[in-house]
């Protein structure tokens, strides 16, 4: 696992809350939502392959299948 992980995962949130804020102070709340899902998304799908990387290395490590 690499540090630099953790550093994009903060960065999308940074800038996800950002533009959520700018988009709630402009009345577009409906698309302040769909902007937060979509960084959700984003982090998840990162979240994700890291954690069958990890499954991976567990099967590997105790030689199953």
């Known amino acids: ?7 994009k995962i903060a960065a999308v ?3 996800v809350t950002i533009i959520c804020q700018i988009l709630k102070k402009s009345d577009r ?3 302040a ?6 960084g959700l998304i984003i982090v ?3 979240v994700i392959s890291m954690i069958g990387d990890l499954f991976e290395q567990v ?3 105790f030689e199953l299948f």
Do not use: E, N, P, R
């Open 33 to 38: 939502t769909v902007v937060s899902l979509v």
């Open 13 to 15: 949130g940074i800038i």
């Open 29 to 31: 709340d409906d698309i």
């Open 59 to 61: 099967k590997g490590l």
């Open 44 to 46: 998840l799908a990162a």
């Open 1 to 7: 696992m690499d540090i630099s992980i953790i550093f």
